[in-house]
């Protein structure tokens, strides 16, 4: 055997193992189950069927939320996924939110989606302003403790057997969706 096709045969070896790997894994971090109380205690908007149930904590502003939101059309029938929005401090996001959480109505959820720019604001956005202030209250600190850092957004929370909770930062790619529709309980 010659060198090089050692070396290029143990590269291969080594990215076929490690794409099993991932393929295994369980997307995303441990997390406690107060804070995973603490997220479903806010209001979302829920579509799709299935046993498991994905909460997805998201700005409307945010610019992965029309792609997370495009991926989880393909497991909406294996997969629960509950929209959560909020704020963000930005007024885009506070009428997003409150555009959603009065609607709750699924059909609604892409048209939460907004960019960060000039709108005529929402004279009264009870509801954002109550999702704020739960946010703040109960789910960022045992994010914190938890999964460190700021909050991204989006940011995945789901459950699997045994009360084991497990937090995505950021917007899972389609392969560790499919995962969490496999694990999510």
Known sequence: MQRRHFLFGTAALAAGLATAREATAEPGI????????????????SEGSGRGTMHILYAPWCPRSPELYRDTRAFLGRLRVNWIPFAGGQPEGRTGTEFLLRSGQ????PNSFTTLRPLMPIASTPLSD???AALQATVLPRYYRDAGGSLYTPTIFYSMAGDRIRVVKGAPQPQHIEQIALLAS
């Open 106 to 109: 699924p059909s609604d959820i």
């Open 30 to 45: 441990s997390a406690a189950p107060d804070l995973y109380a603490a997220v479903t205690g806010l209001r979302g908007v």
């Open 130 to 132: 109550a999702q704020d």
